[in-house]
């Protein structure tokens, strides 16, 4: 079973920053696009970053573009979220995404990692 795990949340005063990585385990024959989204509470998941499976490309929200980096370690199976000049609206739970082919599969399929939460307030 092919799995996602989340660490690096927490609490962090504005203006600070944090890095979140996700680890992947399990049967992975290969790792696609990985991404990440959060969910803010009452409001819908949305996107934050993405990036290709050789890293070469990355995309990112509005909101993200300049103050956060995606980045990604296929040998460790892991992407990270660094995150710089963090602001209270940037409060959420943030869950990374991936697409992979698992062993003895012929097709990639989305997995989601089970959240982590940040919290950014004084």
């Known amino acids: 079973q092919v799995q996602l795990v989340e660490s690096g949340g927490g609490l962090v005063q504005p203006g600070g920053s944090l890095t979140l990585s996700c680890a992947a385990s399990g049967s992975i024959f290969s790792i696609g696009t990985m991404g990440w989204y959060r969910q803010a509470p009452g409001k819908q998941r949305e996107l934050v970053a993405t990036i290709t499976g050789d890293g070469s490309s990355t995309t990112y929200a509005d909101s993200a573009q300049g103050r956060f980096t995606i980045s990604r370690d296929n040998a460790k199976k892991t992407e990270y979220l660094q995150m710089n000049s963090l602001k209270p609206e940037d409060t959420a739970v943030y869950y990374c995404?991936?697409?992979?082919?698992?062993?003895?599969?012929?097709?990639?399929?989305?997995?989601w990692g089970q959240g982590t939460l940040v919290t950014v307030s004084s």
């Open positions: 995404e991936a697409w992979i082919k698992s062993t003895g599969t012929y097709t990639y399929r989305e997995v």
